[in-house]
């Protein structure tokens, strides 16, 4: 009599310890959750810069000449203004992702707001790469020029006009590499559980 | 004593359910692996494409002028030199990542091959998408010219040259939209099981 009361005792034991299984006690993803949460807002940090930096690009030569007055600014080059909207564009989807991020951090476990935030980043860092790209294509090629197109270098003339358009690609490209470690990190706490 | 015999079979039961609920027989892992490996085959084509439509645009004009003989080829622009270098790498990552694809077939629950995967092909997409909008910005500007800067659109007299550079990046955002593709599938992968 006592063995067959002992049988279902030790049953209830082991179904205990299987549910209790998937649910380890993961700190290190409360950790990472909040390491996410900060490289976002360090990511919001730069590509709201690289959207300012860009769009206040404005110089004005002080001098005429037979043609016509020289200005630069962000509006004269079309990979320029693209620049500036992708990366208000990808600074204001960062602000919106910050909730998601506090989700994943007071359910480190959940993998839906996780999910949520991978895809998302994925999408949103190929627009950032894709204009700061650009924007450097452009950089590059107002610092150097090109001879067998005969496109001159026009940094000996705007010279704030391009350190400004430059310090605001690297402001970009910082972004972009918060973005990757933001997806690098969220991959890892999903595939390991 | 019937009723204390029922007992311990209702919980061996149910402690049996627990065990295995976490691993279900997930075709659709299987299916999306496939998938996965499909996808990839299309991104070496497209890559490979993007890399050597690139590399084989040259264009020399049946004329001189009094200052020089105009020929554009790929070698002109740093960004379209970047172009090919990246995208060749691209291709050669995605050929050395149909191995894993193929462990993610035959093992469809492991999350090992699918982690390794998804973070290299994040940084991949980066390089091709980086690469991709270079070279977008400079086609633009072959095309269009800038007024500000004085540059002057080349596609009227570099029409072949332009043709070929514009498929070019075309082909090489297609295989941008199938890495983003690939990764989100990976992510779901990873995040529902």
Same mark, same amino acid.
């Given at each position: 009599?006592?063995?067959?009361?002992?049988?279902?005792?030790?049953?209830?034991?082991?179904?205990?310890?299987?549910?209790?299984?998937?649910?380890?006690?993961?700190?290190?993803?409360?950790?990472?959750?909040?390491?996410?949460?900060?490289?976002?807002? @360090? /990511?919001? &940090? *730069? +590509?709201?810069?690289?959207? %300012?930096?860009? !769009?206040?690009? $404005?110089?004005?030569?002080?001098?005429?000449?037979?043609?016509?007055?020289?200005?630069?600014?962000?509006?004269?080059?079309?990979?320029?203004?693209?620049?500036?909207?992708?990366?208000?564009?990808?600074?204001?989807?960062?602000?919106?992702?910050?909730?998601?991020?506090?989700?994943?951090?007071?359910?480190?476990?959940?993998?839906?707001?996780?999910?949520?935030?991978?895809?998302?980043?994925?999408?949103?860092?190929?627009?950032?790469?894709?204009? @700061? /790209?650009? &924007? *450097? +294509?452009?950089?590059?090629? %107002?610092?150097? !020029?090109?001879? $067998?197109?005969?496109?001159?270098?026009?940094?000996?003339?705007?010279?704030?006009?391009?350190?400004?358009?430059?310090?605001?690609?690297?402001?970009?490209?910082?972004?972009?590499?918060?973005?990757?470690?933001?997806?690098?990190?969220?991959?890892?706490?999903?595939?390991?559980?």
């Amino acid at each position: 009599m006592s063995t067959t009361i002992d049988m279902p005792e030790s049953n209830v034991g082991k179904a205990k310890a299987v549910v209790v299984g998937p649910q380890r006690p993961g700190g290190w993803k409360k950790g990472v959750a909040i390491m996410d949460f900060i490289l976002r807002l @360090g /990511a919001i &940090a *730069a +590509a709201l810069g690289a959207a %300012a930096t860009m !769009g206040m690009s $404005d110089q004005t030569l002080p001098f005429f000449t037979q043609f016509f007055q020289f200005e630069a600014s962000y509006d004269s080059f079309t990979a320029f203004q693209f620049f500036v909207i992708t990366m208000a564009i990808v600074a204001g989807y960062l602000v919106l992702s910050l909730p998601f991020s506090i989700v994943a951090i007071i359910r480190p476990h959940a993998a839906g707001p996780r999910l949520f935030l991978i895809i998302l980043d994925t999408v949103f860092l190929t627009l950032a790469t894709a204009s @700061g /790209a650009s &924007a *450097a +294509a452009i950089v590059y090629l %107002a610092h150097n !020029g090109n001879q $067998d197109s005969n496109w001159l270098a026009i940094c000996n003339q705007f010279g704030d006009f391009c350190a400004q358009t430059s310090g605001a690609v690297v402001s970009a490209f910082v972004a972009v590499v918060v973005l990757v470690l933001l997806i690098i990190i969220s991959a890892l706490a999903l595939g390991k559980r």
